[in-house]
């Protein structure tokens, strides 16, 4: 039989836990807990830390005429429209398997000759290290899409905020569709008049939601872009299903369905209308249905009490009360996932950016790192640190669009009234 210590050096020879690091598919989360964000904004490898991106709108041109003996003409792809700079920075993570887990090591390895069930918690550790990489991406993705920052927060009181230029009409608060909350950076100007939001149990207390997705479109279709994707929460979700423009849609449709004596009866749909309803009334308006991402994070509470988790569409600086859409243009914008260990490919469409991963200080290549060694001293372990160097960015930003939903407070106004759908400072760090 073979000793903890001894397996952790087989699985440092065969770089097991720097392959999990490797393994491109953990991006996407698992079946259980699919991280979409990185279907928007996927993973790719970078030599440098610091550079700048064209930003791109990508365009594929009707060929021209041309003289039966004349060469033909270049055209090009794409079309730059500005530049992005890009800053990596760091993120890390380490755990260990102490004195108590490795335990339970030992007892796997004396009760399986072939080692396997040893090997199962050892995988299970790295990976899970590695996870909160990938979720911290996550998190990083949401952030960008949603606030067109990113947030660094690190120890000694780091901080730092770095700030997107995005489009001012590309982001607004739901229901106000004379004016465009994220145009102003003083969140005392431009309130919000009258009953102009989604909230309300009858049609003259609530606007239809689908005034906030035809400016969404019409600004699309003024791009050149054709509306290709929408996502939110489940709070969202809900809220249009209770909508009562969507509601009354759903009670004016007649069906016709057989009563005690077999005869058929002409009725109306009296029911709350449910998510394939509400999608119903969105595909026969010429939009796409809700994908609804209600996937959670965990973090460590800073007081007893508090929340042990996040929400990955409510990313950090998101005020209280405040959910968002997503809304996606269609961008001619493609990108495939090899995982040379199973020689797999993934094919990712309509991407809108990357989440640039960098190299870690001192390695070669760019990509996430795992380092690991044993304690023999008294707590025995196994100690594992984590790193990656990773910055998502958004590379068209014409074809996103964001709105802002905020809750109801006790007195029936939106908890945020005057709050800009983007709150960037007026002299923050831009990029």
Same mark, same amino acid.
């Given at each position: 039989?073979?000793?903890? *210590? ?17 393994? %491109? ?8 807990? /699919? ?22 709108? !990508? ?31 760091? /993120? ?6 102490? *004195? ?50 990113? +947030?660094?927060?690190?120890? &000694? ?5 770095? &700030? ?21 950076? &003083? *969140? ?82 009296? =029911? =709350?209308?449910?998510?394939? /309803? ?9 939009? %796409?249905?809700?994908?609804? !991402? ?6 460590? %509470? ?5 929340? +042990? ?24 914008? +493609? ?9 797999? +490919? ?8 990357? &989440? ?18 044993? =304690?023999?001293?008294? %707590?025995?372990?196994? !100690? ?45 760090? !831009?990029?």
């Amino acid at each position: 039989m073979i000793t903890w *210590a001894e397996l952790h050096d087989i699985f440092l020879e065969n770089e097991i836990f720097q392959k999990i690091a490797d393994n %491109p598919f953990l991006q996407f989360g698992t079946p259980n807990n /699919q991280l979409l964000g990185a279907r928007i904004l996927p993973d790719e490898p970078t030599f440098l830390r610091y550079f700048e991106r064209d930003e791109m709108r !990508y365009r594929i041109p009707v060929a021209l005429d041309t003289g039966r003996y004349s060469p033909p003409p270049m055209q090009g792809d794409s079309i730059m429209i500005g530049q992005i700079r890009v800053s990596l920075s760091d /993120q890390s993570t380490a755990d260990q398997l102490t *004195a108590a887990k490795l335990d339970q090591v030992t007892l796997a390895l004396k009760n399986d000759q072939h080692g396997t069930a040893g090997d199962s918690l050892l995988i299970d550790f790295g990976t899970n290290l590695v996870q909160r990489l990938v979720t911290k991406s996550e998190v990083m993705r949401w952030e960008v899409l949603l606030r067109f920052c990113s +947030t660094r927060i690190g120890v &000694n009181n780091y901080f730092e905020k770095i &700030n997107f230029r995005y489009p001012l009409n590309n982001a607004w608060v739901a229901g106000q569709i004379d004016g465009n909350a994220s145009s102003v950076h &003083n *969140a005392t100007t431009n309130p919000r008049t009258g009953t102009n939001n989604w909230h309300g149990t009858e049609v003259s207390e609530a606007a239809d939601p689908l005034d906030d997705f035809y400016k969404a479109r019409d600004i699309l279709d003024s791009q050149g872009y054709q509306m290709q994707a929408i996502y939110t929460d489940r709070y969202v979700a809900k809220l249009l299903e209770r909508n009562p423009h969507i509601a009354e849609w759903a009670r004016s449709r007649i069906v016709i369905r057989p009563d005690i004596d077999s005869q058929n009866v002409v009725s109306t749909l009296s =029911r =709350r209308p449910n998510r394939q /309803q509400t999608n119903e009334y969105f595909l026969t308006n010429d939009f %796409p249905v809700i994908n609804v !991402y209600n996937q959670a994070y965990s973090i460590e %509470p800073e007081n007893v009490g508090d929340p +042990t988790f996040k929400f990955f569409m409510q990313p950090p600086g998101t005020p209280k009360g405040r959910h968002y859409v997503l809304i996606l243009g269609r961008v001619d914008n +493609t990108s495939e996932i090899y995982y040379e260990e199973e020689d797999e +490919t993934i094919t990712l469409e309509n991407v809108m950016g990357y &989440n640039y991963v960098g190299i870690v200080a001192g390695r070669a290549s760019p990509g996430r790192v795992v380092y690991s060694e044993t =304690r023999q001293r008294h %707590p025995m372990g196994i !100690y594992a640190e984590a790193i990656q160097s990773t910055q998502p960015v958004i590379l068209h930003k014409g074809a996103v669009i964001v709105i802002a939903v905020d809750e109801l407070g006790d007195e029936g106004e939106p908890v945020n009234l005057n709050l800009p759908a983007i709150a960037h400072e007026p002299n923050g760090n !831009y990029r």
